[in-house]
């Protein structure tokens, strides 16, 4: 039977998003320097310019949690593990290997429990933070709740479309009847998959 063509596409958009996943990774991990030396060259800058120095507390407070760095640590950890079997599954999807199609399975699911579970954690960590800024004069919780709130919902919605869709396309019945054709009846690498 032929490759259909959402197997080639999604093929190679998981190959396309892994390599995007691998960049992402490498940034995450070279922000906080790059952040540091931005810093250091704008409190320079306005120094040398005879201007006050002034921390944003809000943004101070949430760049110092523990619990924020110990699930962007987390983060950083499961997403180059998810990234490695992304690429996996788009070069078995682009051979016609059927564990790729249950690796794409896999991740889409994990993709969308993770993404959900990472947003709901990420705002109940910085909700109680945007509370204790408002004693030493910073925005209301409430304010700044929303604006948190809606921007990680906004994100949520845009970044689960890949997964959603890989997702639908792998357990289309035209997906998966090609990759019984060429697996014959399902060998040892696929797993029953309806």
């Not at 259909?4 to 892994?18: C, D, K, Q, R």
């Not at 995007?20 to 940034?27: D, P």
């Not at 998966?176 to 060429?182: C, L, M, P, Q, T």
């Not at 014959?184 to 309806?194: A, V």
């Given at each position: 039977?032929k ?16 390599i ?8 995450q991990?070279?922000q906080p ?7 250091e060259f ?5 120094a ?12 101070e ?7 924020l ?30 564990w ?8 889409a699911?994990?993709?969308?429990i993770?993404k ?15 509370a ?5 004069g910073?925005?209301?919780?409430e304010?700044m709740?929303?604006?948190v ?6 994100g ?9 869709l ?9 997906v ?7 697996g ?11």
């Open positions: 039977m490759r259909p063509t959402s197997v080639t596409v999604f093929g190679i958009l998981n190959i396309v998003f892994a995007l996943g691998f960049c992402g990774i490498a940034f991990l070279a320097v790059f952040q540091e030396a931005i810093e704008s409190e320079k800058a306005l040398d310019a005879g201007g006050e120095i002034k921390k944003d507390p809000t943004q407070a949430i760049k110092n949690d523990p619990n760095k110990m699930l962007g640590q987390i983060s950083i950890g499961l997403s180059a593990v998810a990234t490695v079997a992304l690429l996996a599954a788009g070069i078995a999807l682009l051979k016609m290997k059927s790729g199609r249950t690796l794409s399975i896999l991740y699911i994990y993709d969308i993770s959900i579970v990472f947003a709901v954690l990420s705002l109940l960590i910085m909700m109680p933070l945007f204790a800024q408002q004693d030493v910073g925005p209301a919780p304010a709740g929303g604006i709130a809606g921007s990680i919902g906004c949520l919605i845009f970044t689960l479309i890949y997964p959603i890989l997702l639908i396309f792998m357990l289309r019945s035209n998966r009847e090609a990759f019984a054709a060429v014959g009846s399902g060998g040892d690498d696929m797993m029953q998959i309806p």
